[in-house]
């Protein structure tokens, strides 16, 4: 039996190679399409690659009719944050007209199960905790908004049957593969675990702690960090839930349990046995104390519950940054 292709758009970045890695362990064939504007050309390593952009729709028609996937994972689009302040018309024109010409492409050929890489970020500041599915979405950045009007969309495509379609709203993805083969590569980075590490390392002089007084345990942020193996597998079962005739639905995936800025020092500490050199800071606007997933609706529509921690995210992300020179 020849094995089914899935397209995974922007499956040369971070989670969309981890995805890849977790797909071709369950027998389906990952086919890369991406500009490799952010992502990495050695991180294709379990199918072949197309390059070619999500705005263009001829080379996405050309890609789809050569290839015939039979569902679409999107993981392609600018990611942070404080660029979208800088730059919301870039953040429009990728995130949500790219989305859009992918969409109407995948549907012109047919294909009709989307998986999409949405963010907490579309829930805007957090009305109360843990953050479910069921909290309003009110996204106070550029990035958030972008995110929102492409969830939106897939509502009206389901509505009249067009598509239908995952929207998995990510916390904090960390961590890397345990075999060390890919990992976290973002430029810039701004992620916090990668961040600290490469302090850890020695690449960066010191990490900021953005304010010590929030009404947390000890004083600092908590975030939900999720291994991005437990997302790659969240992912093979979306795809597995739409194939087998699953509805559109949105869906958390994290820990449900935070770890603080302080925690996560340590944690790095412990692991690579070396201080952190620490700058203490005022709290940046706009930061909320605390986000944590309501994570109950993945286990209950996809069977999914996290298997890792925050120390075998560290651990892996420790592995991989120290071997790579990038
Ligand atoms: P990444 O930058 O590592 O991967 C994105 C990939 O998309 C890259 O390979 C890049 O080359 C490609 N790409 C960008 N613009 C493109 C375009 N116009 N045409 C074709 N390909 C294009 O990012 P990531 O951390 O793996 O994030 C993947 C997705 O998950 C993003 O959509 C992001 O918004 C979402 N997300 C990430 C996090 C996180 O913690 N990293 C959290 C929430 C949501």
Request: hydrophobic residues 35%; proline residues 5%; negative net charge.
């Amino acid at each position: 039996m020849t094995e089914k292709t899935i397209l995974v758009v922007g499956g040369a970045g971070y989670i969309g190679s981890h995805t890849c890695l977790a797909l071709a362990n369950k027998g389906y064939l990952p086919l890369v399409y991406d500009n490799f504007s952010g992502g990495h050309e050695e991180f294709v390593k379990w199918g072949p690659a197309e390059q070619g952009d999500i705005r263009d729709r001829v080379r996405l028609r050309e890609v789809l009719a050569k290839h015939k996937p039979v569902a679409a994972l999107h993981f392609a689009g600018l990611i942070e944050v404080g660029q979208s302040f800088q730059e919301p018309e870039a953040f429009y024109d990728v995130n949500v007209v790219g989305s859009l010409t992918l969409l109407q492409a995948l549907m012109e050929a047919d294909i009709r199960s989307f998986v999409f890489s949405s963010t907490c970020a579309t829930y805007g500041r957090p009305e109360r905790l843990p953050l479910d599915e069921t909290h309003p979405q009110n996204p106070i950045n550029p990035y958030g908004r972008t995110k929102h009007i492409v969830e939106q969309a897939l509502r009206d495509f389901d509505l009249c049957n067009r598509m239908r379609s995952v929207m998995l709203r990510y916390f904090n993805a960390a961590g890397a593969d345990f075999e060390g083969r890919i990992g976290e590569w973002h430029t810039p980075e701004t992620h916090a675990i990668p961040l600290a590490i490469e302090v850890a390392l020695g690449r960066r002089p010191h990490f900021s702690i953005f304010g010590e007084d929030y009404d947390t345990r000890d004083g600092s942020c908590i975030r939900d960090y999720i291994h991005v193996n437990d997302l790659a597998d969240a992912h093979v079962r979306a795809v597995e839930y739409l194939l087998n005739g699953g509805e559109t639905v949105d869906i958390n995936l994290g820990t449900g349990t935070g770890t603080t800025v302080k925690e996560l020092i340590s944690a790095i500490e412990t692991v690579s046995g070396r201080p952190m050199p620490v700058v203490k800071t005022e709290r940046r606007a706009g930061d909320p104390p605390t986000l944590v997933a309501g994570n109950g609706k993945a286990e209950n529509v996809l069977g999914w519950k996290p298997k890792h921690d925050i120390n075998d995210i560290i651990r892996s992300a420790w592995n991989w940054h120290s071997r790579f020179n990038g």
